[in-house]
């Protein structure tokens, strides 16, 4: 073998090596953006759980939040009827 044949065989397996290291590497981030959609879609087919456990407990503190004033006019009312009951005695 002559030395120019060498230098291009050692030409070719640069060419073809850098081919591959570059092959390598798209197909590396492509299994890295491939995770990301996956996980992004593991989360989004769990977001209606979530909301409708979020949805859930706010209608829940609502319910007792609006149940507030009407207790504290009962509690009002019991304390003046107690008033009463303890001024006629």
């Known amino acids: 073998m002559s030395a120019s044949s060498e230098t291009e065989l050692a030409a070719q397996v640069a060419v073809v090596s850098a081919q591959q290291q570059a ?9 890295a953006r491939l995770r990301l959609v996956e996980s992004a879609v593991v ?9 409708e456990d979020l949805e859930g407990r ?7 939040r609006y149940a507030l004033p009407l207790t504290a006019l009962t509690a009002l009312g019991s304390v003046v009827a107690t008033i009463i009951t303890l ?3």
């Open 43 to 51: 989360a989004l087919s769990s977001l209606p759980k979530l909301v």
């Open 58 to 64: 706010q209608r829940g503190d609502e319910r007792y």
């Open 87 to 89: 001024i006629v005695k």
């Open 23 to 31: 092959d390598h590497d798209r197909i590396t981030d492509h299994e």
